[in-house]
């Protein structure tokens, strides 16, 4: 380890020529190997995917501010309910916990870059192209994916525009673009670790960043061939999923869901590792359990590999299999309780003050819980064939992954911020971003639950009349929820360009190797191995 | 701060109320059947355990929250770590878990119990319409969505049910044990009425099972449940429970209105309508089952849906034309209309095809025009079963009879009452090889099954009697006409005797 970081010295010693800046211009994004400006890419390509697919979510949600067609034509409607899924999942929570990796995992182990820093670079450049195609789909004859982003066959095959090939091969680089990032961090955790840095003392980012790494290299090529047997079924007359040539079509929502469940865990285990970093900071107090964190973060991750058929109970499966998939989802509570749990018992007699990250913080813990309790109330079989496919369910998986992950994210952004630029960012901004992205997200997600449990069922582009006061309700909220991202967007242009100088250490409770170098971290951080004590 | 907490509070009080009042448009219903009873129990006992260790968290949160502030002077504590407490949240929430699970276990075995039914009727969905067929007295019938365009193009004021009313309900009666046979033609739908507390998928080529039995008549509604297309908003349900006499009085008039149809399918066949009649209800029949894809407007839509203003088909040859409406196109969404439309309106909607929107070809499709077609036998055969009445002809032994109750109580759901099967997925009955071929073969099938296919062995549901009526039957219905008559002897020497 300690002969590895000395050649490494060596090697930067001798490219120093153009000094520890980098080149300027255009082709610095465009060839960097730099862990800092990849990071910086993928950040900013995943804020751009999450205007893009937030767009699409306001064309879904002005088309149902009341009943009747008036903005939009099924068919479009369902084209955007599609992408609008498929970017926030791919192109939107993806990139950006890639990004997160790629910025704070070598400076959270005293590494000096990715240690694949290539690899690292093709990994985020694939993704552009990735998105180009699928977005360029929407513009061709017939349209683009209309089938929802869980694409079930035969309505993704047979039935399916012709533009679908567009849609697979999209599908297929931006798997490549998550195993390559995969293993990259795979790699960086297990073999650039400063001396001293044992896995029992990586912050949890890293940890939680480890095991998702783990479950994208496990997934992706499921989904991968998952995709290849729509195309081969849809192009090349073979019957995967099609019962006339003996298939079977719900064999696809097996292989599907057999990625889609872990899927939905590698969106949010790097959130559990971001809010226990932040919420011992601001409680300026140890987090309470960190082992018990570790060991609950890798039982989640097993345990949803025996879960994915919670999403198929409606699908005709016998008894002893839906009884399995039920008690098996009612299990995953419990390392979750236990995380929520931590962070409390953390806050629990700290010195608590209230900065933006920790703001986001909190809300985190509140909301996700309670897509936990209504992902606890999916799991009970027969009321889940009462909740399966109506805006219960849109209201749960938002609350996981909107108030959730992204709320996370944005902690994360506002807590790292002063490190990756060097500036305090406006905190009063700030707190205004989190107060109406609050308030708005409960007002467009909360009554979801309501429209569900009335009998609203998902992905249609008009309603009943006794839907309608809700619907108005929701689509104002969304629509402020989305002008309230724009708020953000002030607040990190402000951040980049200037403001008050921060301090090495900007939170007073911070621990970690990356406050320990100075703000900016310097292009190239931890040349020499850092001291673990 | 306080007053916040104090704000946050009033609301969930009042949202709590707001639930708690049972039958309202917040909350789950709790419908008609004893199985939604118990659902909608297991929905509100899991909430209000979700809600309770939600207000107990979150309490100790915010209580920290409030007092464990820097600003009022709050020091941090340095505890962490605690084996004893980690064991306790594991150890607690898991007996909630088993308390959970034990009602919810039972409630789904009760649920998924379709044995004992009074009554069988077969749904297939198609886009964007369910098919419902009576299995114990052999009839069905298409429910559309009945919502005038015009309302959904806000070109009209939106009536009570909008979008969730269908031109001809599913009718059943009360207290009766309905079980559903739930299937699909093209893509995946599901079928969902929330006041029974059932939602199953329609899955092509696959049967799913269902039941319900209702206390209370009344017409309840729901909707299709699973992303099908373009119009998955568009194909509600409507089933309407009738009392036991009720039922049975609707139930004369439709077996009534059923021979009626066929006598007009007669008549339709020997009277010429003129170019104006033709193109009144080629147009209704039009906007109703074509216009969803190929547009009011005959363009269809570029890259999804073909038009059929200025195409090959509609100027072309008329018995090409007259195919691809009656048979439907494999491999695309073009659905078979022979079995959705009488031939008068298929033949008016082919003519309207050829002549709207500049087409002007001129022709007038005549109904017998379908029959003489020689575009495709099949065309020729589906007609006959429209004319030709009862299933089986008189002339067959009392013991094909019997048989027939057998057949469409075990035979019917994937070979259909007419014996077509569906092509791709079930194979006919009608005309097969085996049912024209070597008895003991057919036995052999019938008895044993056909490992790796759907095919079931029924040597052990059925006794010999029924198994030999079954195939008597099956080789004497829709035009087979072998002669052959089986006998339970025939049966136990060629696969020996069932249990």
Same mark, same amino acid.
């Given at each position: 380890m300690t002969d590895a970081t000395a050649n490494n010295d060596q090697t930067l010693a001798a490219d120093d020529h153009h000094g520890h800046q980098p080149p300027k211009g255009l082709m610095r994004?465009?060839?960097?190997? %730099?862990?800092?400006?990849?990071?910086?890419?993928?950040?900013?390509?995943?804020?751009?995917?999450?205007?893009?697919?937030?767009?699409?979510?306001?064309?879904?949600?002005?088309?149902?501010?009341?009943?009747?067609l008036q903005i939009v034509e099924p068919n479009f409607f369902n084209q955007m309910t599609t992408v609008h899924g498929l970017i926030m999942v791919f192109g939107a929570v993806m990139p950006a916990f890639t990004g997160l990796a790629n910025w704070l995992i070598p400076m959270m182990i005293g590494a000096p870059d990715m240690a694949l820093p290539r690899m690292n670079n093709w990994s985020f450049w694939i993704l552009p192209m990735a998105f180009t195609i699928l977005l360029s789909s929407l513009f061709m004859e017939g349209g683009g994916p209309n089938f929802g982003w869980t694409f079930y066959a035969p309505l993704s095959t047979t039935y399916s525009p012709d533009s679908t090939a567009l849609f697979v091969f999209a599908i297929h680089i931006m798997g490549i673009s998550s195993i390559l990032g995969a293993i990259n961090v795979v790699v960086t955790i297990i073999n650039m670790r400063a001396p001293g840095m044992t896995y029992m003392k990586m912050p949890l980012f890293v940890w939680t960043w480890l095991i998702t790494a783990f479950l994208l290299i496990a997934v992706m090529p499921v989904l991968a061939a998952t995709v290849t047997m729509v195309l081969t079924d849809k192009y090349f007359g073979t019957s995967f999923f099609e019962a006339a040539g003996g298939g079977d079509p719900v064999l696809f929502q097996h292989i599907f869901w057999f990625f889609g469940h872990p899927e939905v865990y590698i969106m949010i285990l790097p959130s559990f590792g971001i809010i226990s970093a932040i919420v011992p900071t601001f409680s300026r107090k140890k987090l309470f359990g960190y082992s018990s964190m570790v060991y609950a973060t890798s039982s989640i991750a097993l345990l949803s590999f025996v879960v994915w058929a919670h999403h198929m109970f409606t699908t005709g499966m016998p008894v002893a299999a839906e009884l399995f998939f039920m008690y098996c989802t009612m299990l995953i509570s419990i390392p979750t309780g236990v995380k929520v749990? %931590?962070?409390?018992?953390?806050?629990?007699?700290?010195?608590?003050?209230?900065?933006?990250?920790?703001?986001?913080?909190?809300?985190?813990?509140?909301?996700?819980?309670?897509?936990?309790?209504?992902?606890?109330?999916?799991?009970?079989?027969?009321?889940?064939?009462?909740?399966?496919?109506?805006?219960?369910?849109?209201?749960?998986?938002?609350?996981?992954?909107?108030?959730?992950?992204?709320?996370?994210?944005?902690?994360?952004?506002?807590?790292?911020?002063?490190?990756?630029?060097?500036?305090?960012?406006?905190?009063?901004?700030?707190?205004?971003?989190?107060?109406?992205?609050?308030?708005?997200? %409960?007002?467009?997600?909360?009554?979801?639950?309501?429209?569900?449990?009335?009998?609203?069922?998902?992905?249609?582009?008009?309603?009943?009349?006794?839907?309608?006061d809700f619907n108005q309700l929701v689509s104002i909220g969304g629509f402020a929820f989305g002008l309230s991202q724009l708020i953000f967007l002030v607040v990190l242009v402000k951040c980049v360009r200037g403001g008050e100088k921060a301090p090495a250490k900007p939170w007073e409770g911070a621990e970690g190797l990356e406050w320990e170098m100075p703000s900016p971290a310097p292009y190239h951080s931890h040349t020499t191995p850092p001291e673990i004590k | 701060?306080?007053?916040?907490?104090?704000?946050?509070?009033?609301?969930?009080?009042?949202?709590?109320?707001?639930?708690? @009042?049972?039958?309202? !448009?917040?909350?789950?219903?709790?419908? &008609?059947?004893?199985?939604?009873?118990?659902?909608?129990?297991?929905?509100?006992?899991?909430?209000?355990?979700?809600?309770?260790?939600?207000?107990?968290?979150?309490?100790?949160?915010?209580?920290?929250?409030? /007092?464990? @502030?820097?600003?009022?002077?709050?020091?941090?504590?340095?505890?962490?770590?605690?084996?004893?407490?980690?064991?306790?949240?594991?150890?607690?929430?898991?007996?909630?878990?088993?308390?959970?699970?034990?009602?919810?276990?039972?409630?789904?075995? $009760?649920?998924?119990?379709?044995?004992?039914?009074?009554?069988?009727?077969? =749904?297939?969905? !198609?886009?964007?319409?369910?098919?419902?067929?009576?299995?114990?007295?052999?009839?069905?019938?298409?429910?559309?969505?009945?919502?005038?365009? $015009?309302?959904?193009?806000?070109?009209?004021? /939106?009536?009570?049910?909008?979008?969730?009313?269908?031109?001809?309900?599913?009718?059943?009666?009360?207290?009766?044990?309905?079980?559903?046979?739930?299937?699909?033609?093209?893509?995946?739908?599901?079928?969902? &009425?929330?006041?029974?507390?059932?939602?199953?998928?329609?899955?092509?080529?696959?049967?799913?099972?269902?039941?319900? @039995?209702?206390?209370?008549?009344?017409?309840?509604?729901?909707?299709?449940?699973?992303?099908?297309? /373009?119009?998955?908003?568009?194909?509600?349900?409507?089933? $309407?429970?009738? !009392?036991? &006499?009720?039922?049975?009085?609707?139930?004369?008039?439709?077996?009534?209105? &059923?021979?009626?149809?066929?006598?007009?399918?007669?008549?339709?066949?020997?009277?010429?309508?003129?170019?104006?009649?033709?193109?009144?209800?080629?147009?209704?029949?039009?906007?109703?089952?074509?216009?969803?894809?190929?547009?009011?407007?005959?363009?269809? =839509?570029?890259?999804?849906?073909?038009?059929?203003?200025?195409?090959?088909?509609?100027?072309?040859?008329?018995?090409?034309? =007259?195919?691809?409406?009656?048979?439907?196109?494999?491999?695309?969404?073009?659905?078979?209309?022979?079995?959705?439309?009488?031939?008068?309106?298929?033949?008016?909607?082919?003519?309207? $095809?050829?002549?709207?929107?500049?087409?002007?070809?001129?022709?007038?499709?005549?109904?017998?025009d379908l029959v003489q077609s020689n575009a495709n036998d099949s065309i020729i055969e589906k007609f006959d079963e429209k004319i030709v009445t009862p299933a089986v002809a008189e002339k067959i032994e009392p013991v094909a009879r019997s048989g027939e109750a057998v057949y469409l109580a075990h035979c019917a759901a994937c070979h259909q009452v007419t014996g077509a099967g569906i092509p791709g997925a079930f194979p006919a009955l009608k005309g097969s090889p085996i049912a024209l071929g070597d008895v003991s073969l057919h036995i052999i099938m019938v008895a044993n099954g056909k490992p790796g296919t759907a095919m079931q062995g029924f040597k052990n549901q059925l006794t010999a009697d029924e198994l030999a009526a079954v195939i008597t039957y099956e080789r004497n219905a829709w035009g087979n006409d072998t002669g052959d008559t089986v006998v339970a002897s025939d049966i136990e020497s060629t696969v020996g005797g069932n249990k």
């Open positions: 994004w465009v060839l960097t190997t %730099n862990h800092k400006d990849i990071g910086t890419l993928y950040l900013c390509f995943s804020f751009l995917m999450f205007l893009i697919g937030g767009a699409m979510a306001m064309v879904i949600r002005a088309e149902l501010y009341q009943p009747g749990f %931590n962070w409390v018992a953390t806050m629990w007699r700290g010195s608590l003050t209230f900065e933006t990250p920790m703001l986001f913080s909190i809300a985190f813990i509140v909301l996700f819980t309670i897509g936990g309790f209504s992902g606890l109330m999916l799991a009970i079989t027969p009321a889940d064939f009462q909740y399966h496919d109506t805006y219960f369910v849109v209201a749960h998986f938002h609350y996981v992954l909107v108030t959730g992950a992204i709320f996370s994210i944005m902690a994360a952004a506002y807590y790292w911020l002063p490190k990756w630029t060097g500036h305090m960012y406006d905190e009063r901004l700030g707190k205004i971003h989190f107060w109406c992205s609050l308030i708005s997200v %409960n007002v467009l997600f909360f009554p979801m639950h309501f429209l569900g449990l009335a009998g609203m069922p998902r992905r249609i582009p008009d309603y009943a009349l006794q839907f309608a | 701060m306080q007053k916040i907490i104090k704000i946050f509070a009033t609301l969930g009080v009042v949202s709590l109320a707001f639930v708690a @009042r049972g039958e309202s !448009s917040f909350n789950m219903t709790q419908g &008609v059947t004893d199985i939604s009873h118990r659902v909608y129990d297991l929905h509100m006992t899991i909430l209000y355990i979700c809600v309770a260790i939600g207000v107990v968290v979150f309490g100790v949160m915010f209580y920290s929250i409030v /007092k464990h @502030r820097k600003s009022s002077g709050a020091k941090a504590a340095q505890f962490h770590e605690s084996t004893k407490v980690e064991l306790l949240w594991t150890i607690i929430p898991f007996f909630i878990l088993i308390a959970m699970a034990i009602p919810a276990t039972t409630t789904l075995i $009760e649920m998924e119990d379709n044995s004992k039914a009074d009554i069988t009727i077969k =749904i297939t969905a !198609s886009q964007w319409k369910w098919h419902y067929q009576y299995f114990d007295h052999d009839f069905g019938f298409f429910s559309l969505l009945a919502t005038p365009s $015009e309302q959904i193009k806000n070109k009209a004021t /939106k009536t009570t049910n909008y979008l969730l009313e269908v031109d001809r309900h599913l009718v059943i009666p009360v207290n009766k044990k309905v079980r559903f046979l739930i299937t699909a033609d093209d893509v995946i739908h599901a079928w969902w &009425v929330p006041a029974f507390a059932v939602k199953q998928d329609a899955n092509p080529g696959f049967i799913n099972e269902a039941w319900t @039995r209702v206390n209370e008549p009344g017409i309840y509604r729901g909707q299709c449940a699973e992303l099908c297309g /373009k119009d998955h908003g568009f194909m509600p349900i409507v089933v $309407e429970v009738l !009392s036991e &006499v009720d039922y049975q009085q609707w139930l004369k008039g439709q077996l009534a209105q &059923v021979a009626r149809d066929k006598q007009a399918e007669q008549q339709a066949l020997s009277s010429t309508v003129t170019l104006e009649e033709s193109m009144l209800l080629g147009k209704t029949v039009y906007d109703g089952r074509c216009a969803a894809c190929h547009q009011q407007n005959g363009q269809g =839509i570029p890259g999804a849906f073909p038009a059929i203003k200025g195409s090959a088909i509609a100027l072309g040859d008329v018995n090409a034309h =007259i195919d691809i409406v009656a048979n439907g196109k494999a491999g695309t969404a073009m659905q078979a209309f022979s079995a959705q439309l009488s031939s008068k309106e298929l033949a008016a909607v082919i003519t309207y $095809e050829r002549n709207a929107w500049g087409n002007d070809t001129g022709d007038v499709v005549q109904a017998s």
